[in-house]
């Protein structure tokens, strides 16, 4: 069983930087997908950033040039730095993993993270 816990969210002020940490107990295939997804209140959630197993990366429009995904396999860790952040980057930042053969399809999600951009 795979569990997903989030961490790093917080308070910053326009312009500043955080980075979330997402760590996973339990195994993740290396066909997995992983990544970060945000939902603010009264919106859809939306895919922020996604890694694929060799690396490759993509963001939504929205925080390109802004946020960087990475992850550590020999920590199981997922990250997100997330630098200029505008308020309205301000939602709760959830981790995920999917296989990624079977997209969109959410496998696991963590408990979310809040981040608030003031």
């Known amino acids: 069983h795979v569990q997903l816990v989030e961490s790093g969210g917080g308070s910053v002020q326009a312009g500043g930087s955080l980075r979330l940490s997402c760590v996973a107990s339990?195994?993740?295939?290396?066909?997995?997908?992983m990544g970060w997804f945000r939902q603010a209140p009264g919106k859809e959630r939306e895919r922020v950033a996604r890694?694929?197993?060799?690396?490759?990366?993509s963001y939504a429009d929205s925080v390109k040039g802004r946020f960087t995904i990475s992850k550590d396999n020999a920590k199981n860790t997922l990250y997100l730095q997330m630098n200029n952040l505008k308020p309205e980057d301000t939602a709760m930042y959830y981790c995920?993993?999917?296989?990624?053969?079977?997209?969109?399809?959410?496998?696991?999600w963590g408990q979310g993270t809040q981040v608030t951009v003031s």
């Open positions: 995920a993993a999917w296989r990624c053969s079977n997209s969109p399809n959410i496998d696991y």
């Open positions: 339990g195994y993740i295939y290396s066909s997995y997908c």
């Open positions: 890694i694929v197993s060799d690396g490759r990366t």
